[in-house]
């Protein structure tokens, strides 16, 4: 029998990252994407934009997030592909139309090309609710860079 884990010492130098942000609420997602730059950093990942194991795609907002990261996930250059953003519930139900698509769009994604695609898109009723999550009590940018980190060496583990 055997037990498969990921972990978060193993192979790091050789993983590969993709980052995808939506501009949509900025606020809110330059916080997430500072706190996944400062995990996978913190891991010994070289996260500068001209380093080779983490690329950057700015998006507009969230619904965008599902199509690039099939079309990366599909180059196969990637090990994990984070997807952040930040959608905020107004008055209307566009909230909802654009919270089902981005995480349907996100897992399917995941499920067809067998690679870790994290779902970062806060989904939530105010804008205080974003922040917080995002930094001012923790921040998860941090904690979808180590679902990335523990993913990817766990899909490396069961290839073997």
């Known amino acids: 029998m055997a037990v498969f884990e990921g972990n978060f010492t193993q192979n790091i130098s050789s993983l590969k990252f993709a980052i995808i942000i939506g501009r949509f609420n900025d606020l809110v997602t330059d916080k997430l994407l500072s706190g996944a730059q400062d995990c996978l950093k913190r891991h010994g990942i070289n996260v ?12 507009p907002g969230s619904l965008e997030i599902p199509m690039v990261a099939r079309q990366l996930a599909l180059s196969t250059n990637y090990n994990a592909i984070i997807c952040l953003g930040a959608v905020i519930r107004g008055d209307t139900p566009h909230f909802d139309y654009v919270c089902n698509e981005a995480v349907k769009g996100i897992a399917a994604t995941s499920f067809e090309t067998g690679i870790p695609v994290i779902f970062g898109v806060l989904t939530t ?22 679902s ?3 993913m990817a060496n766990l899909m490396l583990q069961i290839k073997r």
């Open 48 to 59: 500068n934009p001209e380093g080779t194991q983490v690329d950057y795609v700015w998006v």
């Open 125 to 146: 009723d105010t804008m205080q609710q974003a922040l917080e999550r995002a930094g001012i009590k923790s921040n998860l940018g941090w904690n979808y860079a180590m």
């Open 148 to 150: 990335a980190i523990e």
